[in-house]
């Protein structure tokens, strides 16, 4: 029959497993099998609360950016959203000042839900969902400044309303590609070996 | 090779102790035995070693029948050449490993 220590030390290696991260699974493998090595029971203990300030150790180095950068972009991107549905809603006659078409509203609103919808799937940490989305984004964006930088609209357009727009899509591109850069690393570095060794030894 | 200066002091112990015997095959439970430095200290500093190439593992089936495979360590070359370093870093200050640990 097992002693209530040794219990306790299985249930701590079993939270150690689940903390330590997906990448590092064999390690908490070979922790908790050397456990099972241990002859007494104390010592038994004492190194299974050590596997799990381990994994928690590894826990905050491998994934210490990840929530920081995540929410960083997420604020981001709900923030530039809600100020358009801010500046659209708030002062229509703004809008209405500035000349802009109906396509430019359509295609400035649509840049909006995509960029909830990427924050959404940020937040979900669905990385290609968040990808696609940001792809269809700059699709609009594209096809906004394409809109702007027309002779038509150039010759139709007075100096501010052409200022303003122009300063809406290079924030637009600049959210984007804050947005991608963040949403690639994201995904891509708990898979990358040679980032995790530019660690100090 | 990287030549980092920046290598904890229990680190430094880990690396010289392994280099005394390099072609020994080591438990992490004997480590911690054998250096006196507690489980959450030490597999931290081997998972990232290993991470950069200085230390070899592998799976060694149990000699107590019944129990799990258990993973074993010892320095790689280029973990060879990192503790020799260390050892002869005249910048660094001396580490003296505990009795017992030298093979």
Known sequence: MKSIQIKMAEHILSVSSRIMPTSQKQWATAMHNEFHHIDGQQDALLFAIGCLFAAWRQKMNVERYEPILRWGIVTCLFGWAALKVYLSSASPEAWQEYSWSGWQLALIGSASIAYLGAGIFLLLKKWPHTLAVLLFALVLNSAHFMMIASTAYIETSIAVPMVFSLAVVSEEYFIWALAMTGSLFLWLIPNLKWIRKGHAV | ?103
């Open chain 2, 1 to 103: 090779m990287a030549r980092r200066r920046n290598i904890s002091k229990q680190t430094r112990l880990v690396l010289l102790m392994l280099a005394e015997a390099p072609q020994t095959w080591r438990y992490g439970y004997e480590i911690t035995k054998m250096l006196n430095i507690k489980s959450g200290a030490l597999y931290p500093i081997l998972i990232r070693l290993s991470e950069q190439d200085y230390l070899e593992s592998e799976w060694r089936d149990s000699e107590k029948p019944g129990l799990p495979p258990r993973h074993v360590y010892r320095l790689s070359a280029a973990g060879t050449a990192l503790a020799r370093h260390q050892a002869n870093d005249a910048s660094l200050d001396p580490l003296v490993l505990p009795i017992g640990a030298a093979v």
